[in-house]
């Protein structure tokens, strides 16, 4: 009963941020439909991917768990073993498990290592206990360790529903990796763990006055988004984009306590993409939780945007990105 998967992370273009109060906070029922982009790193051994490996069996007397070579305990593992009782629940066995991973990009530095760490977590551990189910189905139970996760389940364009019960928050794919013309240079200002992880911010975010508005918003964007992605119209969608990563950033900043990612190479990075793009050189922008810039390009324009971006103060390194696949299994074991 053993099994290895890889998954890939996910920059979601309409964000979600906090979780329904109205439902079992183990659930992570987002607060609002979203739209990713799950995304492939093209650039040196990095492919913003997650390779985990996990054993069910007898003659395991305690779940074992290690994450690049670390054992993992507290907060995280509560979140993995979220995940491995509902599989273990479904597949009527009440085995223990060890499980390793390693990915290849930073953790915690808002470039969504959680979403590909329990897509991937999901998909092996799944095909480990011999259940087959749907995307749809098992991107409900990624979501049990991350919200972002149930995207990750899916390649390409990725629309996900905020829903009303466990049942109904799921994700969809919106169309394949070759289907729409969007890349990303990826701005690395800073790789270190942020202070206040995802987890514990989404517990913040009702205490913003204008999270409200955000839902509201998000909800009209990501059913936009849907159909300016299948009509190929990338300057609308970055648009989007943009407006919908700042309806977010507000809220963390107008929080209590206050939510501040953006470091001063963060905003940097903001100003030239639109002094480029004024300039006649397409490119948006977008933020998750942490102080790492995407920069939304078209192919054609990807390498001429790195090399701009790249000359930026504070800007440490860059990865570029196209559309990934779906996580899949493999046979490739880490034990």
């Not at 273009?13 to 607060?31: A, E, F, M, Q, T």
């Not at 019960?165 to 990826?186: G, K, N, W």
């Not at 001429?304 to 779906?326: C, H, S, Y």
């Amino acid at each position: 009963m053993k099994s290895s998967a890889i998954a890939h992370s996910n920059i979601a273009l309409v964000k979600y941020w906090g979780r329904s109060r109205h439902h079992d906070p183990s659930l992570n029922i987002p607060l609002n439909d979203t739209v990713s982009m799950t995304k492939y790193g093209m650039t040196d051994d990095i492919h913003l991917q997650t390779h985990t490996t996990i054993e069910f069996s007898p003659e395991y007397n305690e779940d074992i768990v290690s994450v690049r070579g670390h054992e993992i305990t507290g907060r995280h593992l509560e979140r993995i073993i979220n995940v491995i009782d509902e599989l273990r629940s479904l597949a009527k066995i009440d085995y223990r498990f060890k499980m390793m991973s390693q990915n290849d990009f930073p953790t915690q530095a808002g470039l969504a290592s959680s979403a590909s760490a329990f897509a991937a977590l999901t998909i092996a551990a799944a095909d480990a206990l011999g259940l087959r189910f749907s995307r749809e189905n098992l991107s409900k139970i990624a979501r049990l360790g991350s919200g972002s996760a149930a995207r990750s389940i899916h390649g390409g364009f990725v629309y996900c529903y905020g829903g009303n019960s466990h049942e109904t928050s799921y994700a969809e794919q919106i169309c394949t990796l070759d289907c729409f013309d969007m890349h990303a240079v990826i701005a690395v200002v800073d790789s270190a763990k942020k202070e206040i992880t995802s987890d514990e911010g989404h517990h913040l975010a009702h205490t913003s006055p204008f999270n409200e508005f955000r839902i509201e918003k998000s909800h009209q964007q990501a059913q936009e988004l849907r159909r300016l992605i299948l009509d190929n119209d990338f300057d609308a969608v970055g648009a989007i984009a943009e407006a919908n990563c700042l309806y977010m950033h507000a809220v963390m900043m107008t929080s209590q306590p206050s939510l501040f990612y953006w470091q001063p190479a963060t905003l940097n990075i903001i100003k030239t993409i639109q002094k480029l793009r004024k300039g006649g050189l397409p490119c948006y922008f977008t933020i998750d939780a942490g102080p790492n810039v995407h920069c939304l390009v078209q192919s054609k324009n990807m390498h001429e945007v790195q090399k701009l971006i790249g000359q930026i103060e504070g800007v440490k390194k860059t990865i570029l990105v196209k559309p990934a696949e779906d996580a899949f299994v493999t046979g490739d074991h880490l034990f």
